[in-house]
């Protein structure tokens, strides 16, 4: 297990992206009671069910719907994974198919991972995280040497803190989408799949279009248990096209 790796500074990151003068000023949409309805019975349902959050809710449906666990989920990335309840849902997917899966979780904060699980702390817009995952499948190998990347699935539920300026949360979420995209271009194999939460915004199409650039089928899900005034969205790659997709091609 991999723990307690500081985070390199977001600066270092050569792809990081800069973010300028797109930042803009808008003003954030009020809860309402049904949804607030809605957040609460899943969060007991959460309890009931030991999931460390309501999150696990969203990953379940989107299963459900997509099969993105299946008996080639060997070698499974969980980017966001803090408090832990997506990875406990790829656990129990995964066990319930039979297969011993490596399972690592990666967060900016640290959080220790379920039993069946490892965790890195690190930023996706680090190369050095990017690396760490590198090495944590090297040292945990569970694929043929047939295939010529080590992980099957990337799940990633990552989020910036929030600030409540639409443009601001939209931007910070597509250059943490950037970098999974990148991890998923170096890391994820020929056929291998992806979610990853985002945003909505005016980038919601160019996102798409990368993750066409890359995934046999793309689609776009909001699962139910996501608050309704909430812009958070889901997109899922299925089947990845190639072993190696070019970065360049993805962001030109
Ligand atoms: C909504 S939470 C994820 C919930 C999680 N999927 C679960 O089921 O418990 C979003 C997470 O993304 C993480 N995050 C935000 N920016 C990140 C980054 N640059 N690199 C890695 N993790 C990041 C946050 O620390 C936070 O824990």
Redesign the pocket.
């Known amino acids: 297990m991999i723990r307690g790796i500081v985070p390199t500074t977001l600066g270092n990151a050569s792809f990081i992206r800069k973010l300028g003068s797109r930042w803009k000023s808008k003003s954030v949409s009020s809860s309402r009671w049904l949804n607030r309805q809605k957040k609460d019975s899943h969060t007991k349902e959460s309890k009931l069910q030991n999931f460390?959050?309501r999150?696990?809710f969203k990953l379940i449906e989107i299963d459900d719907k997509y099969r993105l666990f299946n008996r080639k989920s060997k070698n499974i990335v969980?980017?966001?994974?803090?408090?832990?309840?997506?990875t406990q849902v790829a656990i129990e997917r995964t066990k319930s198919l039979n297969i011993n899966a490596n399972i690592i979780g990666?967060?900016?904060?640290n959080c220790s991972p379920p039993e069946g699980a490892s965790f890195i702390q690190?930023?996706?817009?680090s190369k050095q995280t990017h690396n760490n995952i590198k090495e944590f499948f090297n040292n945990n190998k569970n694929h043929s040497e047939c295939e010529e990347k080590p992980v099957d699935l990337i799940i990633s539920?990552?989020?910036?803190n929030t600030s409540g300026i639409k443009d601001n949360d939209h931007y910070a979420s597509m250059e943490?989408c950037d970098?999974a995209l990148i991890l998923a271009s170096a890391l994820l194999n020929k056929n291998g799949s992806m979610v990853m939460k985002f945003y909505t915004g005016k980038e919601d199409s160019l996102l798409k279009e990368k993750l066409q650039k890359m995934f046999h089928k793309v689609f776009k899900m909001k699962p139910s248990a996501c608050r309704d005034e909430s812009r958070e969205m889901y997109y899922i790659g299925v089947r990845k096209k190639n072993n190696t997709i070019d970065t360049s091609d993805l962001f030109s």
Request: no cysteine; net charge negative.
């Open positions: 460390r959050s999150a696990a969980d980017l966001g994974f803090a408090p832990g309840a997506w990666v967060d900016l904060i690190g930023n996706i817009l539920d990552m989020m910036a943490l970098g």
